[in-house]
């Protein structure tokens, strides 16, 4: 198992690159979010990798953080989905992005994913329901978001409103709302109903 590469950037042509390592050159296929991150050629590069062996290929995919690869791992877990839509998804959202996502139930977002159909992200958002958010380290603005929103619903929810009421009203918040506030904000747009 390859778990990390430590070497010099050699090509980057989107989504793969070639990192040398003690003159041993590896493909490897990265997702948009890090391909954006990247050293210029020439310079040193540090990638978590994850390393897929099937019958007919071997396939190493990096990554510059480990919450990426975090996700990359638990997409790849729910059946249907590979590592290249996987790629596709850490390429077309953030892991911060994915993870409010699956706390709101928001397929849109995931729609506008090359490859992924109404029922694929549907599917992803029950699969990854839960799993993510605790995966993942509880660092960063975007899971400070996904924990916030995750936490308004629940509030609502015990309040005896239900997912499908929920849900919408905490979608139409603007981002970077308290607690308080988006619990306030939802209840107003409830009672408009």
């Known amino acids: 198992m390859i778990g990390r590469l430590t070497g010099t950037l050699l090509e980057k042509q989107p989504p793969q690159i070639v990192v040398d390592v003690a003159g041993v050159g590896y493909e490897v296929d990265v997702p948009m979010s890090s391909f954006y991150n990247l050293p210029a050629i020439g310079e040193k590069v540090v990638l978590v990798t994850h390393f897929v062996v099937r019958e007919d290929a071997q396939q190493l995919f990096g990554f510059l953080t480990q919450k990426e690869r975090v996700a990359f791992r638990e997409l790849i877990r729910i059946s249907g989905v590979g590592p290249k839509l996987a790629l596709s998804v850490l390429s077309g959202l953030s892991v911060d992005d994915l993870a409010s996502s699956i706390v709101l139930q928001d397929a849109g977002r995931l729609t506008k994913v090359p490859g992924i159909g109404k029922k694929t992200a549907e599917r992803l958002l029950l699969e990854l329901k839960g799993k993510l958010a605790d995966a993942l ?18 509030a609502l929810l015990a309040l005896g409103y239900s997912d499908k009421e929920a849900l919408p009203a905490l979608k139409q918040l603007p981002e970077g709302l308290s607690l308080e506030e988006s619990i306030r904000q939802s209840l107003k747009l409830l009672a408009r109903k």
């Open 137 to 154: 380290p509880q660092t960063g603005a975007g899971l400070a978001v996904a924990t916030v929103a995750n936490d308004a619903l629940n």
